[in-house]
């Protein structure tokens, strides 16, 4: 069942809800760790570029998913819902469309099994999100990704388990040119250049997009000559 998603200035107006806890717990998350800087970041700037913007904008949705009778095969199914919802769901301002973002909260989900529940329903859909001109994000206390300029730097962990729903940006190339699978690494890419097609502001991004997905395929024919 999809419950309701929330703005944050929705919350501010909320009473006497039993997810109210974990809304506010992880709006404070949001805007005190994700949008500021931090100094183990490795680069100026907030951790999560695009939060300033989008907590300003009023452009985030934040919902808690109640998984304690659900096998992950629901809980999946229900991932893909808010996908949907997502797409469909049309913003007035190019503004609020541009920073938008969902934040599916899993208070249910214990800390230790985070890892592996939220991690694999984030695997298992990735390719589905990115072929929509989405990414998902898995953010938990156990999470161990390492940050972009600072591989000491966590900033994937969040006080409660959760799944972030976003638009893909041209910044996300190094987030789809890292699997070490050389297939899926070609479908994330591929993606990728399909949703920027000319529309490229960084002609770096661009020459690098299509040096890496060249590069997939040359691993590809390699595999193959090799079990031939």
Known sequence: MLTQLYTPFEIEQLEENQDLPHLI??????????????????????VCPFVPRSVKSNSIRLTVIRTKDLYPEQVENLVRRYRDIFLEMEDKEEEVTINKAFLLIFPDIDIEEAPQLIDSIQQKLKLLFVESGLMIGEFHKRNESPGLHNPNFRPLRSPIPLLAIRFMVEADLPFLQSPSNPHLRIKYLEAYLKRFGDKFVDETRFKSAYQALALAKEEVEAETLVSS
């Open 25 to 46: 717990a992880i709006m404070d998350w949001v805007k005190n760790f994700l949008g500021r800087p931090h100094p183990n970041l490795g680069r100026p700037g907030a």
